[in-house]
């Protein structure tokens, strides 16, 4: 997935570039990267299983 891309699936996702890790949500948009600002390839390293009594603290 690339910048800019929707997010289809709640997730924890590191970038190619910076090996920055970040959790985009499903209706999300991938960010450029946070640390150089560059157009980057986000990679799903784990799914997030959506819980209602975890959903606070996954803002
Ligand atoms: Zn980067």
Redesign the pocket.
Known sequence: MRTFDDVFELGLYS?E??N?ELIFDEGDMFCR?P??Q?L?HWVLEAKITRDADLEPALV
Do not use: A, G, H, S
Request: hydrophobic share 0%; charged share 20%.
């Open positions: 970038n570039c910076c920055q990267c640390r150089c560059d980057c």
